[in-house]
């Protein structure tokens, strides 16, 4: 009996998180950098939202991740592709949850390119 209430209390006293996971698809249809702050913008059907900067870490995005985004939204958008960004939150892909024209409201932790008809 003992045994058991020690594993209750145990299993009891670390807090375990479930993370909900949000997935918005689109195609892109404009990627830019701001002319201030070299901000990386993009718009993939849910609003346009600054993620990144080319020049410094920021929003916990480095420099170099930031240009590696930006490579791949490029590419995505020449080819006509879309792009699979995942979120941790729990949320609606739109413009009103991921922001319009300002900071991202949600960080991104994963995004690729898909296929065209997807």
Not at 50 to 57: D, F, I, Q, R
Request: glycine residues 8%.
């Amino acid at each position: 009996m003992k045994i058991l209430l020690f594993g209750l209390f145990l299993f009891g006293s670390f807090p375990y998180f479930s993370h909900a996971n949000t997935t918005c698809r689109g195609r892109v249809e404009s990627v830019s950098l701001h002319p201030v702050g070299a901000f990386l913008q993009f718009n993939y059907g849910f609003g346009t939202q600054m993620h990144c900067k080319l020049t410094e870490t920021w929003n916990d995005v480095s420099k170099e991740v930031c240009t590696a985004l930006f490579a791949q939204l490029l590419a995505a958008q020449l080819s006509g592709r879309k792009i699979e960004a995942r979120y941790n939150d729990d949320f609606e892909c739109s413009a009103d949850n991921l922001g319009d024209f300002e900071k991202t409201k949600h960080l991104m932790y994963y995004m690729t390119i898909i296929g065209g008809d997807v």
